[in-house]
């Protein structure tokens, strides 16, 4: 269970980036999560509502996405998406496919912010 | 009040990964090559480490981190061996972070080492997702975890770069099948190297020992 310690970098990050530009309040934080990733949503749900209290993210949803895994078949010689984590092989061929290129994510896309109603020049960074 | 929609992209664990590639640097520079050991509880990583620090010593300049949730007993049992050894004490955390691997090696002259050994806590989840700046990450799998351990924790496998079955002294007597422990690895892991390796009877260790010295040999060396 290190979904708690996932969360608190999350939380950190997101409040530094809220002081640094200014947002009072930060509503929700959308997340992509790859199934190699090895981080457990419903444990990372459950541990960001608790790292979250008392911050500028206190009560903001977390909105996951779980991407596919997907690997590159040198025989098809194409991408392919796989099933499952327990049989990294090419669906169409059955060729065993190390060569990962999507699955392992675990990162922030994008934030919903509020900030004060002032002539504020975008803060993104 | 005024809402919007932010897009970033930013790794949850950036900060690790980050101080993780910084000691990578540090471990380059000062020409060690790191092994990270990982394993469910009870797999004998530290029992390789006894056996592996014994054979290299002669030759090699070795030291070792050891992490656990509590006790100094790895350490102390490590210790006899003569190399350098200190525990990383996590309290309630499940692995190590590149942080406690910055702290624990306040104070040691790197450049004086080849070899510098991190064994894991004993967790075949959470180390998984935690880059600690190793130059290797090898996992162990006992074989009386059961066969089909590796489609049970794909992303541990899938992120280490050897895999040490041990305990292989036993296997008969806990009817353990090769084979399938072998293709379920190779299913999580297609092309992994694997060896089989006894602690105790000193199977495999040989292989072990080459294949560690032959990735040191493989790694850059620091430029002058």
Known sequence: MHELSIAINLVEYVSEEAAQAGWERVSAVHLKIGPLSGVVSDALLFSFEVAAAGTVLEAARLIIEDVPIIAFCPTCQTEQSLPDTFSLACPVCDTPTPDIRQGREMEVTALEVHSADVHQEDAES | ?224
């Not at chain 2, 932010?6 to 590639?21: M, Q, S, T, W």
């Not at chain 2, 790191?34 to 006894?50: F, H, Q, R």
């Not at chain 2, 079955?165 to 353990?176: E, L, Y």
Request: net charge negative.
């Open chain 2, 1 to 224: 009040m005024s809402t919007r929609i932010i897009e970033v992209r930013h790794g949850i664990l950036k900060k690790n990964d980050e101080l993780a590639a910084r000691l990578r640097a540090r471990f380059q520079e000062a020409g060690v090559f790191v092994v990270n050991l990982v394993s469910g509880p009870g797999a004998g990583k530290t029992a390789l480490l006894e056996r592996t620090l014994a054979m290299l010593r002669p030759d090699y300049r070795i030291a070792a981190l050891v992490g656990d949730l509590a006790t100094e007993n790895d350490a102390t049992r490590l210790a006899r061996s003569g190399a350098p050894i200190r525990q990383i004490s996590t309290g309630t955390t499940c692995h190590l972070e590149a942080e406690m691997i910055e702290d624990a090696l306040d104070g040691w002259a790197l450049g004086d080492l080849d070899f510098l050994f991190i064994e894991n806590v004993g967790n075949l989840v959470c180390p998984a997702s935690y880059d600690l700046g190793e130059n290797l990450r090898a996992v162990l799998f006992s074989v009386t975890e059961g066969e089909d351990k590796p489609l049970k924790y794909p992303t541990i496998f899938n992120t280490s770069d050897l895999a040490l079955i041990t305990k292989i002294d036993i296997a008969d007597a806990v009817d353990f099948d090769r084979d399938l422990a072998y293709e379920n690895i190779h299913r999580v892991r297609p092309g992994l190297p694997i060896i089989d390796t006894s602690a105790r009877r000193a199977d495999g260790l040989d292989a072990w020992l080459v294949a560690l010295k032959e990735k040191q040999r493989a790694t850059p060396v620091p430029v002058a």
